[in-house]
Nanobody
């Protein structure tokens, strides 16, 4: 069983930056690098949506069109940690952000991820 814990959310003004972290534990028997990772978000009254994904090696990234050029996903396999650097934040980025892990290839499909964190709130004021 893999446990994921997000942190780094908060309140920020539009145009500002935040860096989210997702710490993984319980990966004994498998290394963190054997999991593809993703970030998703859910705004009030809306469905959960894909934000970014990262391959197991950390080489291949995919971004939603709404965040491409502003957000950067990365991982530190030595620290069992996933990151999401968010720049030029907009009010429409306000949501609960979740990290997710999958023991195969990265995908934009939330249903294909095996493990989820509890989420961290990001609020962007105008």
């Amino acid at each position: 069983q893999v446990q994921l814990v997000e942190s780094g959310g908060g309140l920020v003004q539009g145009g500002g930056s935040l860096r989210l972290s997702c710490a993984a534990s319980g990966v004994s028997g498998r290394t963190f690098s054997s999991y593809a990772m993703g970030w998703f978000r859910q705004a009030p009254g809306k469905e959960r949506e894909f934000v970014a994904s990262l391959s197991r090696s950390g080489v291949t990234t995919t971004y939603a069109a709404s965040v491409k050029g502003r957000f950067t996903i990365s991982r530190d396999n030595a620290k069992n940690t996933l990151y999401l650097q968010m720049n030029s934040l907009k009010p429409e980025d306000t949501a609960v952000y979740y990290c997710a892990a999958r023991s195969w290839m990265a995908t934009v499909d939330a249903h294909r991820y095996d493990y989820w964190g509890q989420g961290t709130q990001v609020t962007v004021s105008s």
